[in-house]
Structure formats: structure tokens, C-alpha cells
């Protein structure tokens, strides 16, 4: 990878930041999707470094939490008793979103289940210099994870979407129409016209548009979970850092205070390869 031009990484990692697959990556820029996987984990685990490191002391008032599915290596049907369920079949990654500068300081690739919430809430609960109001949707372990992460120090409700039957026929692959909401306070006091998780479910969309990985209805997925999670520091570093947020005219770090000044994409790719 030392012997790779900084100008053909950034090329790879542009490319990948917009969507792109390994293998249409491999073909746009030439080089071997062998090179493009291992510059991904590296540059990934840099872009996690770095979030680590800057996401600390913030400000926000609230925070938006939900969880998006993918998998790895097969879907979960085909599992076997044989396969290390830890590294294959369906994978969540949990996001926390500020609704008022669209940071996303915490996020968290693993299985859907209490340890994992656990360990996601406390994550977030570490990055936050003050109260926070958070709303979730009714995943039931969120409701352990925040009281284990915050204790009686937060605001927390949660707002459950009820949907109308799937549809048949041509608009089957068309979202669900919302026919109802309920919020319900769980902890605190939170602001009843704030319990939302609409801005994080717009976030899903944002990251299946910019992770070829996630995309429904397509042949791409990851074939180990460290190139998942190399993907998704890297989608949020790039989003966070470089990403122009098209309502704020500016990127959510800077929004947000993290920053104060735009990165390039070229830096990014600089500061976490070599």
C-alpha cells in the first residue's frame, strides 16, 4: 500500500464514499479489489481513530438513536450450526444522530441484541458534556441500555410508527405508508414535540445511497465483518468531515462545533493511509 500515490487512494476512497462497489471501484480506477479492500479497512480504522479522538464534549441537546440491518457473508436463513454466528448472517449498525446540527457522534456495528445496545448507549453517554433527550423506536433493549448508560441523568421517550400492509403487486418495493404515532415517555422529562426518530431514519437512507453494502435488492454485501466496520467509520468520518450538508451549507462537525473549517477528502485519506 506504500507504493499506492496518495492520488489514486483518494481516488479509491472517493469513489467508495459514493456508493461505489468493490468491483465497479476496481474498474473505474484500475487497481486490483484486493489493494481496494485492504486500503479500505486501513483507511477505515484511521476514520475510526479519528471520530474516537474528536467526538468528545459535545453540546447536544438531543439525540436521535435507531438501528439499520445488513448482513455479512450470507443471510441469516442460511446460517449453520457450523458458522461462527458472530461474524455472519444478519448485522446492525446503531446510530445516533443530533437532530439540530446532524452529527453523528456514536455508532456501533454488531448484533441486534441487549449487549450491543448496552454497549452503543454507553458509547454515546461518554461523548456528552450535558443533558441529553434522547428518542428511539420501541426496541425494547434501548430501554435497559439507556438507563445502564445515563442513569436518571436523561430525557428519554420513544416513538413507535405504526404502518399500513405491505402492498402488492408494482408498489410492493415502495416504503410503507405511516398510518399512526405514538410517543411514550420512558425516563425524565423529555419534550413531547422532540421524541422523533425521523431525521436518523432519514440517516438510513443517506448510508444505503453511500454504502454500496447496504443497498437493497442488490448482489453487494460484505464478505467479512471488519470490512462493515472499516465501511462504516469511514462513511461517517466522510460525513461528519467532508460531507457538505446541503440544509446546513455546511458539514454537521462544523455545525456542531467539532470543527472549523471543511476537510477535503484528500486530507481524510492522507491522515488515516499510508
Known amino acids: ?26 474498474r473505474m480506477t484500475g487497481t486490483h479489489r484486493d489493494t481496494i479492500c485492504r486500503l479500505l479497512v486501513e483507511v477505515g480504522t484511521g476514520c475510526h481513530t479519528i471520530m474516537n479522538e474528536k467526538m468528545r464534549e459535545l453540546p447536544c441537546r438531543r439525540m436521535q438513536v435507531d438501528e439499520i440491518w445488513c448482513y455479512v457473508g ?6 449453520t450450526p457450523e458458522d461462527d454466528r458472530s461474524r455472519v448472517g444478519d448485522m446492525w449498525t446503531f446510530v445516533a444522530l443530533d437532530p439540530e446540527s446532524k452529527l453523528v457522534p456514536a455508532y456501533r456495528v454488531g448484533k441486534r441484541t441487549k449487549p450491543h445496545a448496552v454497549a452503543f448507549m454507553t458509547d454515546l453517554s461518554e461523548r456528552l458534556a450535558n443533558r441529553v433527550q434522547i428518542s428511539s423506536d420501541a426496541l425494547k433493549s434501548y430501554v ?9 441523568d436523561v430525557d428519554y421517550g420513544q416513538a413507535v410508527k405504526f404502518y399500513e400492509a405491505e402492498p402488492i403487486g408494482p408498489g410492493r418495493y415502495s416504503p410503507p405508508r405511516v ?6 415517555v420512558i425516563v425524565g422529562d423529555p419534550d413531547q414535540r422532540h421524541i422523533s426518530t425521523s431525521l436518523v431514519e432519514r440517516q438510513n ?13 442488490t448482489n453487494a454485501f460484505s464478505k467479512k465483518v471488519e470490512n462493515l466496520q472499516a465501511a462504516v467509520a469511514l462513511h461517517f468520518a ?7 450538508h446541503k440544509s446546513l451549507r455546511v458539514t454537521p462537525a462544523m455545525a456542531a462545533g467539532v470543527e472549523n473549517r471543511l476537510w477535503s477528502i484528500e486530507e481524510l485519506v492522507d491522515r488515516t493511509s499510508r
Request: charged share 30%; proline share 1%.
Open 179 to 184: 398510518v399512526s404515532q405514538e410517543k411514550s
Open 205 to 217: 437512507l443517506t448510508m444505503r445511497m453511500s454504502m454500496r453494502r447496504f443497498t437493497r435488492l
Open 74 to 79: 450470507k443471510k441469516q436463513r442460511q446460517v
Open 1 to 26: 500500500m506504500n507504493r499506492t500515490p496518495l492520488g489514486r487512494r483518494t481516488q479509491i476512497i472517493n469513489a467508495l464514499v459514493e456508493g461505489n462497489s468493490i468491483r465497479s471501484t476496481e
Open 144 to 152: 435497559d441500555a439507556v438507563e445502564r448508560a445515563f442513569g436518571a
Open 238 to 244: 466522510h460525513y461528519n468531515l467532508v460531507r457538505v
